[in-house]
């Protein structure tokens, strides 16, 4: 789909789009030039009403190992930004995200893991803050997201203490999802992806603004009320009416 000289590789099959950071000679840092590659490739697949998920990862040996570093001693808030931007981007996709961490995650480049909404992790895999360790604050919402999916004691344990995590060890955590054998994490992020884009995209779409938003939410009662509304909409879909009637003749079939 894309160049193979691209800081950005995209490739988009069974429905779902593969973003593959490039640059391994600089174990894929975001740079400037890569965000906007970033960008340009959610923009594209956004756009695209046959994608239903997104895969991102990096070309070997590593996921993303943060921001240049020599950007980063010349920052303002406005380079911070636009390096920001580059897992941003993707934590705001209102598609089905999952990080296929195969290497390396360092600092921003773990806020591009953590920004997924979900992350499976090879064995060689990687998470280390590292922040502290080269003297400088957390940034991009990095303490935020790794409390909230992880808590405050792993929180505190990776960002203060800089303990480093590997990817057994971040599925015991709860860091990630699931931790896979290193020559097994491609193929089961595509089939988990292809499982989320097999769903009515508007269906999904829905359905992840939904979990989003329960995040506020501490009574039963409350998210019964707040699922009513996009359960009913989905009843009156083509779609609904479509896989009721193949479910009908698949059971049918087998009597």
């Known amino acids: 789909m894309t160049s193979s000289d691209s800081l950005v590789l995209l490739d988009i099959a069974d429905g779902v789009a593969t973003i593959t950071l490039n640059n391994p000679g600089e174990r894929n840092t975001l740079t400037?030039?890569?965000?906007?590659?970033?960008?340009?490739?959610?923009?594209?697949?956004?756009?695209?009403?046959?994608?239903?998920?997104i895969v991102v990862t990096g070309t070997?040996?590593?996921?993303?190992?943060?921001?240049?570093?020599?950007?980063l001693q010349q920052s303002s808030s406005e380079s911070l930004g636009t390096i920001y931007e580059g897992f941003l981007r993707i934590a705001r996709s209102p598609l089905p995200t999952l990080a296929a961490v195969n290497g390396a995650a360092v600092g921003a480049g773990m806020n591009l893991a953590l920004g997924c909404d979900?992350?499976?992790?090879?064995?060689?895999?990687?998470?280390?803050?590292?922040?502290?360790?080269?003297?400088?604050?957390?940034?991009?919402?990095?303490?935020?997201?790794l409390r909230r999916i992880a808590g405050p004691q792993t929180t505190m344990a990776a960002v203060i203490f800089g303990e480093v995590i590997d990817g057994a060890e971040a599925e015991r955590?709860?860091?990630?999802?699931?931790?896979?054998?290193?020559?097994?994490?491609?193929?089961?992020?595509?089939?988990?992806?292809?499982?989320?884009?097999?769903?009515p995209r508007e269906l999904v779409i829905e359905t992840k603004k939904t979990i989003q938003a329960m995040a506020d939410v501490s009574e039963h009662v409350v998210a019964v009320e707040r699922e009513l509304t996009p359960q009913l909409w989905s009843t009156r879909q083509p779609w609904f009416a479509e896989r009721i009637a193949a479910l009908q003749n698949q059971i049918s079939s087998k009597k």
């Open 60 to 71: 070997a040996p590593a996921f993303c190992a943060g921001a240049n570093l020599g950007n």
């Open 118 to 145: 979900v992350r499976i992790a090879a064995r060689r895999a990687k998470f280390d803050t590292r922040f502290l360790q080269i003297g400088i604050h957390p940034g991009g919402g990095h303490t935020w997201m």
């Open 32 to 53: 400037a030039p890569l965000v906007a590659e970033i960008i340009s490739a959610m923009d594209r697949i956004e756009n695209d009403s046959n994608v239903g998920a």
């Open 173 to 199: 955590l709860g860091i990630v999802h699931r931790c896979v054998d290193d020559d097994q994490l491609q193929a089961v992020a595509h089939a988990m992806a292809a499982r989320a884009a097999s769903a």
